[in-house]
Structure formats: structure tokens, C-alpha cells
């Protein structure tokens, strides 16, 4: 019966972190439409800090995590954001990552030496 609870438990955090996009530094949502070529700022449901300690002088900042009202415009930047890899808006770095849980991360991860080979064979493209 947990095993059930726990399956249920994680789709739904699954679900909701499918809209969820992880910039870092903040702040980045006054950048996003610039950085991305956007037309309209994205609709931000809300955004919060991740949860690690204040970094000391010198340090990065902590990243952010922003719930996107729209699927859309989380699809946009995230396909953007791969496309151009290296994102600098006033001097300042961005990186955007998707917001996936513990166990979709290792699934995921567990699948790049798999994504690879194909790449490595001669004659496949």
C-alpha cells in the first residue's frame, strides 16, 4: 500500500515541477525576455529560493525556482536555453535548467550513456 501512496506522491510532485524551470543567479526574471528574445515577459506564478544556506561573498547565489503560469512559455525558454547554451544578460550568467524530482533525475541520467552510443556508431546520425 505505500508503495502505491509513494507512486501517487511522486506523479503529482511530478506534474507540478513539469511547469517549473530552475534559473540561477537571481535575479533572472527581468532578464528572461531579454536573454530569450521573448515578446511578452513570462507569467510567473511564484519563485522562491532554493533551500541552502546564505553563500558567503564570492560565492554563486542560490538558485531560484519559478512556477510558470503558462506550459508554453516553460517549453520556450527551455528549448531556447539549450540552443544557446552560454546566456549572459548585463554581465550577468544564466543558466535554466528543467525542474525535475530525485527519482526522475536518476531515470534520467541513468538513460544518457544509452542517448550516446547511437551517436558513437558509424554510419547513424
Request: contains cysteine; charged residues 30%.
Amino acid at each position: 500500500m505505500s508503495e502505491i501512496v509513494q507512486a501517487v506522491v511522486s506523479e503529482i510532485r511530478t506534474d507540478f515541477r513539469k511547469e517549473s524551470l530552475s534559473p540561477s543567479p537571481p535575479p533572472v526574471f527581468e532578464f528572461l525576455k531579454e536573454a530569450f528574445a521573448l515578446d511578452k515577459p513570462p507569467l510567473v506564478d511564484r519563485a522562491h529560493r532554493t533551500l541552502a544556506p546564505k553563500p558567503k561573498p564570492g560565492d554563486p547565489p542560490r538558485p531560484v525556482i519559478a512556477r510558470l503560469h503558462y506550459y508554453e512559455n516553460c517549453v520556450e525558454i527551455l528549448r531556447k536555453a539549450r540552443r544557446q547554451q552560454r546566456i549572459t544578460v548585463s554581465n550577468m550568467k544564466l543558466s535554466v535548467f528543467p525542474d525535475f524530482t530525485a527519482k526522475v533525475a536518476r531515470a534520467r541520467a541513468a538513460f544518457n550513456e544509452v542517448h550516446t552510443q547511437p551517436c558513437a556508431m558509424e554510419g547513424v546520425r
